[in-house]
């Protein structure tokens, strides 16, 4: 059973103040109760604020962890997915330590872009281990797997360790990806961030935002049954001013959107990014953080970085700076099209990626032939194959 740890930075003792035996417990064949809905449960057994919801299943019964804040207790509530029933029931005195609550943590955006100039790829996961004062990124580069550990007050990386991935496929008929996202939509509606099967594990990952809230869902790639939900308020500014959790330092707070509204999506900011600089997207991502996608736009001359409301569209120019242009350099690296060349005689089919990695030097080009997808890494200067991933497509 999988389950998503929350550390607090508190001391104090745990105390187990109730259990409600399970023994009436009814399968759960009917449909389970919305995170809405088991939240005000919540509420209705303790007082306080409730910032995490995570569906589980324990001895083949679907329930709801839920934890609720309190002024100055922590509640971890167990209640059945499908009645709202107490199951259990565990509280926690929180006594925050001064020396914890005074200083500031330098955030999470900005624990990512120190792992991310360490390694360039794909931020699988960020958070923040408030107990002991530390980010843990995971990164996803060229088939290995990135994990930092990094102070949360100083920015040292304490911890680096690289993995190769076992890929595996898996085996028989699965739902396909259309089908897996359209289970998370029924279940709370909103806009799909991402989307993808994770074969070692044969669950479709799919991430959605919905006004102020992400949602995280695992979803059984052959039967559709959903194996893990999570929600969480996704703004990390609001969240770390609550008792017992060290401040970021911001004392502006951006206002909290309304759950109706929903995010623009990225494909739609990136267009009124360019309405508002004409030249070519370098860098688009989600910066669920603040709440907004931040770019990079090149021009001739310039590079622009531009932040776009995630719920508004509203654009603004956060730094503009002059390209260094080097005429005639000793070691130019070969052009996009020639790494493109050589990529298509490794493998054929139809490129849907290249992009340059201009500080390790490499070309990482994707192709895809209908039935695989292939990743390559070309060095920039030679044009040699540095490596060479084959995968089967998920649909």
């Known amino acids: ?92 005195t929180t006594k925050v330590s001064n020396s914890v609550n005074n200083k500031k943590v330098i955030g999470l955006a900005k624990a990512k872009e120190i792992a991310l100039k360490s390694v360039k790829g794909s931020v699988k996961k960020a958070k923040l281990d408030r107990e002991d004062g530390i980010y843990e990124i995971e990164i996803i580069r060229a088939g290995y797997e990135y994990d930092f550990d990094i102070n949360a007050y100083t920015g040292k990386i304490v911890k680096k360790e690289k993995e190769k991935i076992s890929k ?28 993808k099967l994770d074969k070692s594990d044969g669950v479709y990952e799919i991430e959605i935002i919905n006004g102020a809230t992400e949602y995280d869902f695992e979803i059984d790639a052959k039967t559709g049954n959903v194996i893990k939900k999570e929600s969480e308020v996704a703004d990390d500014v609001i969240t770390n001013t609550k008792p017992g959790i060290p401040s970021t330092g911001n004392t502006e707070k951006p206002s909290k959107p ?89 493998a054929k089919g139809t490129i849907t990626k290249i992009e340059l990695d201009e500080e390790d030097g490499v070309y990482e080009v994707e192709v895809k032939d209908g039935m695989y997808e292939y990743e390559l890494e070309i060095d920039a200067k030679t044009g040699a194959i540095l490596d060479f991933e084959k995968e089967y497509e998920d649909d």
Request: charge should be positive.
């Open 168 to 195: 595996k496929v898996v085996t028989g008929k699965v739902i396909g990806l259309e089908k897996a996202k359209q289970i998370a939509l029924n279940n709370v509606g909103g806009t799909v961030q991402k989307a």
């Open 1 to 92: 059973m999988k389950k998503m740890i929350t550390a607090l930075a508190i001391t104090g003792s745990l105390a187990v103040s109730g259990v409600v035996a399970a023994a009436g417990i009814q399968t759960n064949s009917g449909k389970i109760l919305s995170s809405k809905e088991i939240s005000k449960k919540a509420l209705s057994y303790v007082k306080g604020t409730v910032y995490k919801v995570e569906l589980d299943k324990e001895k083949g019964v679907q329930v709801y962890e839920v934890d609720v804040r309190g002024k100055s207790k922590e509640y971890e509530l167990t209640l059945d997915a499908k009645t709202g029933n107490l199951l259990e029931k565990k509280t926690e």
């Open 258 to 346: 309304s759950t109706s509204n929903k995010v623009i999506g990225i494909e739609k900011a990136k267009e009124i990014a360019l309405k508002s600089v004409n030249g070519t997207v370098k860098k688009a991502e989600y910066d669920r953080e603040d709440g907004v996608y931040d770019f990079e736009i090149l021009t001739t001359d310039y590079e622009y970085d531009i932040e776009v409301d995630a719920i508004t569209g509203k654009v603004m120019i956060t730094d503009k700076e002059r390209i260094t242009k080097t005429p005639n350099p000793v070691t130019p690296f070969i052009s996009e099209q020639k790494a493109s060349q050589i990529a298509l005689t490794k």
